[in-house]
């Protein structure tokens, strides 16, 4: 490119060496990690795009530098999308990414000490929701629920019960390892009868509400965080949602003249972040109208009904599974309630041993885990990025026994070479990036 000079050419070359070698992996194997997905060419294609260029700090109409009328339409549009999909009534698409995306809530709304009220880390919440390694556990207080022992489900008699002791400012849910469904609506109400702010944390489920296959905490909940790139499917990135107005301004901020939309917006930036990302917004806004067309609805259906057939096999196949099943995209195996295995910490060697049969899924935490984070004695895996190759519940099942049979015969790495075949000639059925 004139004025660019020849480069490092080589470095160039290894670049791409090693991008086909990416694509070659996520063709050829199967993407289980519930969090991951296959994002549109097009999604792609504003993610590299020359957006990339700009610098845009402020909002729309209230730049800090000039050339900015084509990139505040963008953003314009990726707001009017989000807003669209979700019905919600603000929308801020400039968060990079989701822990930054809960830092601003928590920035907006909170001051260091202030109390929140979040699921357990080890129990399926997420790193931003008060571990002690985070931010999050660093400057604020957290109370955590968890879930029921029995049941692996949540238990909102329990969760009201510690609120109404605890008392915190903010009462949060949505989670990145549970798989049943949730009931915003009853932590709003909590919420509201403590005058606590309700948040909601819908990274992983994103597009299973905005297809309307998982309840919506929107019509509600005062402030709603997720990522752009799980089950929405978009670029990697975030958004931020909330209500115009403060319910709880007389209670916490009497003096406080900005909207609760302000108070996002000005946290995200200048509180947190410099420049927006263009071409990641871009992105969204491609990803959000993908979202709204009639086949992202069957779509997302589709990733239920397929972490349903895949959980039931499992189960056929005496693999225990944490809440017994799953209602949304993900499944997490229980491995030390599973008889071939039946001891803790192998979450690790397990998933090795998918990965080299060509399944790649994540070691996990099970709820009440006696084994440390780091050698967890789950498996977490879900449909997403299986359902976008086109697979449906026929192929669910025989992915659920290849699981197995990896499962049951770990002590026979040999085994794990016929699956790998299997694996290969199913992808090979159900190609992706080949356009
Ligand atoms: N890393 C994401 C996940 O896998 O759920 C959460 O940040």
């Known amino acids: 490119?004139?004025?660019?000079?020849?480069?490092?050419?080589?470095?160039?070359?290894?670049?791409?060496?090693?991008i086909a070698a990416e694509l070659q992996r996520q063709q050829t194997t199967l993407q289980m990690i519930p969090s991951e997905n296959y994002a549109s060419e097009d999604v792609l294609a504003a993610c590299g795009s020359l957006l990339n260029n700009k610098y845009a700090e402020g909002y729309p109409?209230?730049?800090?530098?000039q050339g900015n009328a084509v990139i505040d339409e963008i953003e314009l549009l990726a707001i009017e999308r989000a807003k669209k999909l979700f019905g919600a009534e603000h929308a801020n698409v400039q968060s990079h990414s989701g822990a930054p995306a809960n830092l601003a809530v928590y920035h907006a709304f909170l001051n260091p000490g202030d109390k929140i009220m979040a699921l357990n880390i080890a129990h399926g919440g997420h790193l931003t929701h008060g571990s002690p390694v985070n931010f999050s556990g660093k400057t604020y207080t957290f109370v955590h629920y968890g879930v029921d022992q029995r049941t692996g489900m949540l238990d909102m008699s329990k969760i009201r019960e510690i609120a109404r002791r605890e008392k915190p400012k903010l009462i949060m849910s949505g989670f990145t390892a549970y798989p049943r469904t949730i009931d915003f609506k009853a932590f709003h109400q909590l919420a509201?009868?403590?005058?606590?702010?309700?948040?909601?944390?819908?990274s992983h489920i994103a597009g299973l509400i905005a297809a309307g296959v998982h309840p919506s905490p929107f019509p509600f909940t005062d402030i709603v965080t997720?990522?752009?790139?799980?089950?929405?499917?978009?670029?990697?990135g975030a958004m931020i949602f909330c209500k115009e107005n403060d319910r709880l301004r007389e209670k916490y901020r009497p003096q406080e003249k900005k909207t609760m939309a302000q108070l996002i917006d000005s946290a995200v930036f200048p509180g947190l972040q410099g420049g927006p990302h263009m071409h990641s917004i871009a992105a969204k806004a491609v990803a959000l109208q993908e979202a709204m067309r009639p086949e992202f609805k069957k779509y997302a259906q589709q990733i239920v009904n397929n972490a349903r057939a895949l959980a039931e096999t499992l189960r056929s196949q005496e693999i225990s599974l944490v809440s017994d099943g799953t209602d949304n995209h993900l499944i997490l195996i229980d491995l030390l309630?599973?008889?071939?295995?039946?001891?803790?910490?192998?979450?690790?060697?397990?998933?090795?041993?998918?990965?080299?049969?060509g399944i790649v899924t994540n070691a996990n935490g099970i709820p009440f885990d006696p084994a440390p984070p780091f050698k967890p004695s789950g498996i977490r895996l879900g449909t997403p990025?299986?359902?976008?190759?086109?697979?449906?519940?026929?192929?669910?099942?025989?992915i659920g026994m290849m699981i197995g049979e990896v499962i049951h015969t770990f002590d026979n790495p040999a085994c794990r070479e016929h699956i790998r075949e299997k694996v290969k000639q199913l992808c090979q059925q159900f190609p992706v990036y080949v356009g």
């Open 1 to 18: 490119m004139n004025g660019m000079g020849e480069g490092d050419v080589k470095r160039d070359e290894d670049v791409k060496r090693l």
């Open 61 to 65: 109409g209230k730049r800090y530098y």
């Open 192 to 202: 509201e009868e403590l005058g606590a702010y309700s948040m909601a944390d819908i």
């Open 226 to 236: 997720t990522t752009t790139h799980k089950t929405l499917r978009g670029p990697r």
């Open 337 to 357: 309630k599973t008889n071939s295995i039946s001891k803790p910490g192998f979450g690790k060697q397990i998933a090795m041993a998918l990965e080299e049969a």
């Open 385 to 398: 990025a299986l359902t976008t190759r086109g697979m449906k519940e026929k192929e669910m099942k025989e």
